[in-house]
């Protein structure tokens, strides 16, 4: 049963870094293209983890070995430390493009390089 | 925990011994973590506890000015503690689920209408505003591009901006989020 939750947890996690890598292809330019990779690739590994996390509670629970729970653990702050890291990362990506000249194109409206008048 | 950008560093807030202390607790919790299901004491070993009192001692006299700079213990409050993680479960999750369907609507059909908004936090410290910045940018369709210190305002890059958000020359953060109020949560948690 709890196996079955797991594989459902991978199928969709794997649909989600899937579509994130076709939207990279698709995409414009730099701006949408980070949507695609830094975002639904996390949400998609979120679910793999999840199911990681549901496949180690099982186990936990019918065999009763600590190392199980160590896995689930482990698995619960490394999601913690990639939701942290690649939303900081991400950003970073977003400045330091905008920085260098990079402008969103195509743009409905661009804020930003109003203020900074160039 | 969190920094006020108007408190001057190492003056206001609580004594030293306080900040070490909230350092050196926070330091061991972690070290719980990593080491659950080491042992029979409850859950960790005997060896494993005392190592990790003395790591975590060093640990506080070494980063507590860094960890505590703004002097402000307020997040030691166990209510926000416990507010976190349901914040991040709850409101953060179903956002962001929301928002990576709708994102991958656009990868298959192609549809977007990219654009960055100057955004109105209305966050008075410096940790809120990381929250903020951090849920904005873990939402799809959403990425914080660039921030103004003085004015606490975010520059956000939107995939789709809708027609009401492209006249206005200041949104305000609640219009990015559909579904909870998230600014309100995180004022809730962090100030």
Sequence with gaps: ?118 | MGSDGALPLHEGGCLPVIRFLATAIAAFVAYLFLTAGSGTIILWSESELIIGCILSVIVGIASYRTFCRSGSVRMANPLRLILLPIYAIIPLFIEMARANIDVAIRVITGNVKPGIVRVDTGMKTELGMLILANSITLTPGTLSVDVDDTTRELYVHLINVPDELREKKVVDARELFSIFNIPGWIRRIAE
């Design chain 1, 1 to 118: 049963m709890i196996g079955t939750a797991a594989m459902i947890c991978l199928g969709i996690g794997l649909l989600f870094n899937i579509l994130g890598v076709i939207g990279i292809l698709r995409f414009p330019d730099v701006y949408t293209r980070l949507h695609a990779e830094t975002k639904m690739t996390t949400f998609g590994t979120i679910f793999l983890s999840l199911g990681v996390i549901l496949y180690a509670g099982g186990m936990l629970i019918q065999t009763d070995d600590t190392q199980y729970l160590t896995l689930a653990i482990h698995t619960t702050i490394a999601v913690i430390a990639l939701a942290f890291t690649n939303a900081t990362g991400s950003h970073a990506i977003a400045r330091a493009a905008h920085k260098s000249g990079q402008r969103p194109d195509p743009s409905v409206v661009d804020r930003l390089a109003e203020v900074k008048g160039k």
